[in-house]
T-cell receptor
Framework: DVKVTQSSRYLVKRTGEKVFLECVQD?????MFWYRQDPGLGLRLIYF???????EKGDIPEGYSVSREKKERFSLILESASTNQTSMYLC??????????FGSGTRLTVV | QKEVEQNSGPLSVPEGAIASLNCTYS??????FFWYRQYSGKSPELIMS????GDKEDGRFTAQLNKASQYVSLLIRDSQPSDSATYLC???????????FGTGTRLKVLA
């Protein structure tokens, strides 16, 4: 089974902090994604990467950046955390035939 | 108009009944369709994928796709309390990596 591991399950950060969310997959997938999920708004795509060092903006990239230096690792960076970035963050890895596999999620609270 | 629309529910069905979940999409170029189940506080997990018109069955689950009418549905036979969750519909165009998710339908199976 594909395993997608997110480094933290719960995180509390202060406004203005730089926050790193890490995601690692073990199946050599080329495509990886970061979503945030909020009640009533569903899953919204922040950034995705289709290969090492390649990235594209999703629907809501403002305030975020990403890094993909190795195929298995895709990091989401909040440059200066704000309270409106309090959310559940989900990383996914994509198999062309099997679809997305999600990590367990990181619930980030910015205070 | 949202790209992928689902009734938010909750949809309540008695144990043993058939639960019918519906999803409509706006992009006629959509090629791949997925149903994910998400338990409260957990990440989404893939239940079914469907790519061509008609029905696809997997155990108690049946996915139905009608591209002409731009809808996809999920039927759950012999519903169990453990099926109580939010069900997310996702669609994607051929040749793209991005899934567009609906906001989900909350299903409650009453014992």
């Amino acid at each position: 089974d594909v395993k997608v591991t997110q480094s933290s399950r719960y995180l509390v950060k202060r406004t203005g902090e730089k926050v790193f969310l890490e995601c690692v997959q073990d199946m050599d997938h080329e495509n990886m994604f970061w979503y945030r999920q909020d009640p009533g708004l569903g899953l919204r795509l922040i950034y995705f990467s289709y290969d090492v060092k390649m990235k594209e903006k999703g629907d809501i990239p403002e305030g975020y950046s990403v890094s993909r230096e190795k195929k298995e690792r895709f990091s989401l960076i909040l440059e200066s955390a704000s309270t409106n970035q309090t959310s559940m963050y989900l990383c996914a890895s994509r198999d062309p035939t099997e679809g997305y596999t999600f990590g367990s999620g990181t619930r980030l609270t910015v205070v | 108009q949202k790209e992928v629309e689902q009734n938010s529910g909750p949809l309540s069905v008695p144990e043993g009944a058939i639960a019918s979940l519906n999803c409509t999409y706006s992009d006629r170029g959509s090629q791949s369709f997925f149903w994910y189940r998400q338990y409260s506080g957990k990440s989404p997990e893939l239940i079914m994928s469907i790519y061509s018109n008609g029905d696809k069955e997997d155990g108690r689950f049946t996915a139905q796709l009608n591209k002409a009418s731009q809808y996809v549905s999920l039927l759950i036979r012999d519903s169990q309390p453990s099926d109580s969750a939010t069900y997310l519909c996702a669609v994607t165009r051929s040749g793209t990596y991005k899934y567009i998710f609906g906001t989900g339908t909350r299903l409650k199976v009453l014992a």
